[in-house]
């Protein structure tokens, strides 16, 4: 099945799920409005007549002049034009009207239960901690290094991650595996830090028996990337990093850097493993701002699912010690680093230091708020066009 999402300014219209965004804000629409909008921008190649409109929007149906009227008005008012400035939908005298923002159009085909069903192997690491790992797709290997919060069951099946995975995954090998004390990894685990994260990378990796691959880092998993690529430019072809970090926020020389690790940490101490999703939500909001209810509610029990309480902490105290700016400058990969310009976990500026000490590297802003990549956002698109443009390179 093939579902079409068209993008035009910082807007997203999703014909599938009837949607209209804004950025990571929904634009609300009545039905016939939402029709005529859709209309337009699948016919933007021409104008359009009354009967034309009547057709696709009403099937036939006598409306008023006033009504039709009035349907149009909402479509630019939804968009923010007016019959003034007609940025998007303008009027062709005694001809018609038509969609004339500057559209991209991506569709979307729904993977087959076969080509994409993942494979789960385990390997051990050096201290005996089992690591989880997951290959799925063919093709050239692309590796996801990885980060807090994840479980390669729940996130391949997810309506987060699921969507991104799956396009990295449709003509390539995508490697992803679980951290120590996270997912299907053990959860009994006596070391966390960041040496233990470099060395679960190149375990996983030599288990999945590669020898050149291309490199993904999402968080802190940019961090575990250029500290890998740094001991073995060999074997990285490509390093993309995306939403991180060189310092985590102990290591930032600033009071309310470390004033928010303490709140953060006390959170997960007192309501991570609860019922009540409270203390999570607060996680949720500032991950992904602009999810929807069903995002927000899966990304609320991910928490739980994926690790426990007193692992959440140690974790996230791991991250937070992570200093790998002296790395920068010794990375000798090709580079692209891609940021969102809101994001609420890792502000903005984090990746423009990645960018700007990294020789050579690419820096593409995006715009939105999420710092998890959602599918369905202006940005989304983007995103996954620049990593595909960026390894065929």
Known sequence: MAESCFYFDDFALDTDRRELRRGDERVALGPQVFDLLAFLVRNRERVVSKDDILEAVWKGRIVSESTLTSHVNAVRKALGDSGEAQRFVRTMRRKGIRFVGEVRE???????????????????????????????????????????????????????????????????????YDARGNGLSDWNVDKFDFEA?????ETVVDAAGLDRFPLLGISQGCAVSIAYAVRHPERVSHLILYGGFARGRRRRGEVSEGEQSDALEVLMRQGWGQEN??????????????????????????????????????????????????????VAVPTLVLHVRGDAVQPFERGRELAAE???????????????????????????DEIRAFLAT
């Open 197 to 201: 994260f470099v060395t679960d990378l």
């Open 106 to 176: 991506t569709i979307k085909l729904a993977p087959s239960p076969v080509a994409q069903e993942q494979r789960i192997s385990f390997c051990r690491a050096a201290d005996g901690v089992r690591l989880a790992y997951a290959t799925v797709g063919s093709g050239p290997p692309l590796v996801k290094t990885a980060n807090w919060m994840n479980h390669l069951e729940y996130d391949w099946k997810s309506p987060v991650w699921s969507g991104f995975f799956g396009a990295l995954a449709r003509d390539r090998t995508l490697v992803r």
């Open 358 to 384: 990294i020789p050579r590297a690419r820096f593409v802003p995006l715009e939105g708020r999420n710092h998890v990549p959602l599918e369905g956002e202006p940005s989304f698109v983007r995103f996954v």
């Open 277 to 330: 999703p409270a203390f999570r939500q607060i996680f949720t909001s500032l991950f992904m701002p602009g999810g929807s209810a069903e995002q927000m509610q899966w990304f609320n029990d991910l928490q739980r699912n994926t690790t426990s309480p007193e692992n959440a902490v140690r974790l996230r105290r791991a991250v937070d010690d992570i200093d790998v700016s002296g790395l920068l400058r010794q």
